[in-house]
């Protein structure tokens, strides 16, 4: 079982920053990690991935504005988002796949207004 706390997100204006953090707790985690958002009316859409080695790959809607990283406890991820545009609104959600299964967060809403 794994267990995935997001926190971070909020109100910003357009143009604004916003970073959201990803703690995993838990037995099986293989490291490899990944961030979604889901908006209103909307399909959840994969926005970012980080890989247990560290590498990173990125939605081309965020490319060059979002950054996900790892932590130094390699069990926390963030999401250092900039430039941020309304189209961005949504409800972002940390995911990780073990063995065992697949495991999400409760979410962090991100809402930017223009």
């Known amino acids: 079982q794994v267990q995935l706390v997001e926190s971070g997100g909020g109100l910003v204006q357009a143009g604004g920053s916003l970073r959201l953090s990803c703690a995993a707790s838990?037995?099986?985690?293989?490291?490899?990690m990944c961030w979604y958002r889901q908006a209103p009316g909307k399909q959840r859409e994969l926005v970012a991935v980080?890989?247990?080695?560290?590498?990173?790959n990125y939605a081309d809607s965020v490319r060059g504005r979002f950054t996900m990283s790892r932590g130094n406890a390699k069990n926390t991820v963030y999401l250092q988002m900039n430039s941020l545009k309304p189209e961005d609104t949504a409800l972002y959600y940390c995911n990780t796949r073990t063995i065992a299964g697949e495991y999400w967060g409760q979410g962090t809403q991100v809402t930017v207004s223009s």
């Open positions: 980080i890989s247990s080695g560290g590498s990173t």
């Open positions: 838990g037995s099986g985690f293989s490291g490899r």
